[in-house]
Nanobody, 125 residues
């Protein structure tokens, strides 16, 4: 599994970005995918996650009404549509892949085996 994020950039508050995460490696299994973010001086935090089939989706409360996670398994890609962006959304965004069977584990960084290099999202006020 080799994950690569793209789509980050600089945007004004209220704007939108769409992040993509492509798995370019050999696909061994049915991975759940998650988006996490890390701001300077802070720990990596959960943003959103989606099961392999897409029937389970989770968000952290601060993005629930603004972000949308989706996936296209034929293209080995997961997306994060981010709307109404705020300066506090500024961070490096990472996607992760893992085999997750329990709902509570979707929000944990240690549930994900593989990570991309991250893409910077900067929201100006």
């Amino acid at each position: 599994v080799q994950l690569a994020e793209s789509g980050g950039g600089l945007v004004q508050a209220g704007g939108s970005l769409r992040l993509s995460c492509v798995n370019s490696g050999r696909t061994w299994g049915r991975y759940a995918m998650g988006w996490f973010r890390q701001a300077p001086g802070k720990e990596r935090e959960f943003v959103a996650a989606i099961s392999w089939s897409g029937d389970q989706i989770y968000y952290t409360d601060s993005v629930k009404d603004r972000f949308a996670i989706s996936r296209d398994n034929d293209k080995n890609t997961v997306f994060l549509q981010m709307n109404s962006l705020k300066p506090e959304d500024t961070a490096v965004y990472y996607c992760g892949a893992g085999i997750i069977a329990t709902a509570t584990y979707y929000r944990r960084t240690d549930a994900y085996f593989y990570w991309g290099q991250g893409t910077q999202v900067t929201v100006s006020s």
